[in-house]
């Protein structure tokens, strides 16, 4: 099922319902000890939990929840950043750390291998993978950016591989 998880020392206090620097976690029934982890990144997002809860809820009925099931994925929707003109959105050179803290946040609660976390992201997210990725190579195994602009002038040098699959359309 899905729950919603806090990220302990993040804070935005933008209201009663909207997410605090928080994850929405959706596990299998059963997760094997070593789970892999993959997290999908949007920017922006609603600030409302019940609309972002949908968003996630479509790709796992989309066949989402049937491949972490069958692939004993943990899936991990982390939502950060301050309102921008009614969304939340990542916010770039303050919410970077944000992610690794989600990361040791899930693996705190769920049995997670810390080397298999995966970052996938759509146009803005896509883009917000990439970054992510860079700040915490030291955790992420790999990302897949579909749309997502290059944030970098150039490729940074990474501590670790990161294997990477860039999609345009």
């Not at 479509?58 to 991990?76: H, T």
Request: glycine residues 14%; aromatic residues 10%.
């Amino acid at each position: 099922g899905a729950s919603w998880l806090t990220v302990q020392g993040w804070s935005t206090d933008d209201g009663p319902n909207a997410p605090d620097y928080e994850v929405l976690v959706y596990s299998p029934v059963e997760v094997a000890a070593g789970a892999p982890l993959a997290m999908l990144t949007s920017n922006p997002v609603p600030t409302d939990r019940a609309q972002i809860e949908q968003i996630v809820f479509e790709f796992i009925g989309s066949g989402l929840g049937n491949w972490a099931e069958e692939c004993g994925f943990v899936f991990a929707f982390p939502v950060a950043g301050g309102v921008e003109g009614g969304q939340l959105a990542f916010r770039v050179g303050l919410d970077e750390a944000f992610l690794g803290d989600a990361i040791d946040a899930v693996a705190g609660r769920f049995p997670i291998d810390r080397n298999s976390v995966h970052l996938f992201g759509r146009s803005g997210g896509g883009g917000q993978a990439i970054r992510l990725a860079n700040a915490h190579s030291d955790k992420v195994a790999s990302i897949m950016s579909l749309a997502g602009p290059q944030p970098f002038q150039t490729w940074p040098s990474w501590g670790r591989p990161v294997g990477g699959l860039f999609v345009h359309d």
